[in-house]
């Protein structure tokens, strides 16, 4: 072999030695990036999470965290009937309430005090479960969506001052001020329909596709 062939040949070996053998290392000990095998499992992200937090880092951040749930009687009066719950995440609590009979004037509603033929409570999702049932035995079942923030105090004040208004069975009924609560929890809620001129059943089966249902 020619002497500058040769000469060639051996830099060459030595600069791919050097890339190969970490400093104070040798050639035997290593292995190049592309031979060593590294997992590739994905790491999956829940989309529903039924305790906030309980994943970490920028997954967590990005989960939806708060929830909200129409609770419906179908069976009342053949159009069905409608109350609201929503988590408050911050006191690791629920609120809910609805609007339990239509009257044409309903004295004494505050942001903390719903008026007279309606209620709200704040407590445990238990809790919150029976006094549906407390108020009225035909609430049967619920459908659920989760959102990525939620204020649990805007949604009751706006509720409990729906409740000062007069009732009408078309334009602001349990389920118009249901929604208005949702909306007022959170913007991620602000594409739902008002609910004026709806039945109840026929909101909660068509409108609210693709929420989870949960039986009481």
Known sequence: MHHSTLHAAVVASTATLALLVPAGGTASATQTETSAPQ????VSTPHRIDRPGSISGEAASAAPRARVCLVIDPSFAGVGHVGWMVQDTARNRWVGGATEDGRRAQPGATPD?????????RGTYRAIIDTFKSKRGGYAKMR???????DANNAVKVFNLSTYRAYSLTTDNCLTRSVGAFKA????????PSGKYTRPNDYYDNDLRGWTTVRL
């Open 39 to 42: 997992s590739t499992k994905a």
């Open 185 to 192: 929890y959170s913007t991620e809620f602000s594409h739902l």
């Open 144 to 150: 659920c969506r989760y959102s990525r923030h939620g």
């Open 113 to 121: 005090r719903a008026a007279g033929g309606s209620w709200s409570a």
